[in-house]
């Protein structure tokens, strides 16, 4: 009977395990949440604006529009008198408009140390045309404005 009752337990807790971890939604997608820093150092309080620029061209120059994809954006803030750090996850969706651009403005948010960064990361999925895009770039302190002009590569062309 002990027996028994330690399996429907036991199958009690990991079913329990399965259905957190269905309600969670899964992982992000992007491929790295966070970026080792060191030498941290007090700074001049600044301001900085979050500003992702996506430009999506084919390799003949012709604008690829209404493309989705998505961003993977975090900030990163040092803890006072620490050279920890807490991170701050955001996921975005977008469709590249006609001309092939997406354009995001985040917050306002002040940068305090020389190691507060923002980390972007731009995935753009598989078509049934086009290989998928990944691309992450980091800017620390009083930069926060990512550039990315991307090419996608044709699947025929690989």
């Known amino acids: 009977m002990k027996n028994k009752l330690s399996s429907v337990f036991s199958l009690f807790i ?3 395990f399965l259905l957190f ?11 790295n949440a966070s970026v080792a820093i ?5 700074m001049p309080p600044v301001d900085v604006q979050l500003i992702v620029d996506i430009s999506l061209k084919n390799k003949s120059g012709e604008p690829l529009n209404l493309v989705y994809g998505n ?5 990163q803030a040092v803890k006072q008198d620490t050279c920890a750090f807490e991170a701050f996850p955001e996921e975005l ?28 990361e731009v995935f753009i999925p598989k078509t049934a045309l ?26 025929s062309e690989l």
Do not use: W
């Open 93 to 120: 969706e977008f469709y590249t408009d006609m001309s092939g651009k997406y354009s995001h403005h985040g917050i306002t948010i002040t940068h305090k140390n020389s190691e507060d960064l923002y980390r972007v």
């Open 71 to 75: 961003l993977f954006v975090v900030n």
């Open 14 to 16: 990991i079913g329990l």
């Open 38 to 42: 060191s030498n941290c150092k007090e």
């Open 130 to 155: 086009y290989d998928e895009i990944r691309t992450v770039q980091v800017k620390k302190y009083d930069n926060a404005k990512f550039i990315f002009n991307l090419t996608a590569v044709r699947l």
């Open 21 to 31: 971890a269905m309600a969670s939604g899964g992982p992000d997608g992007s491929s």
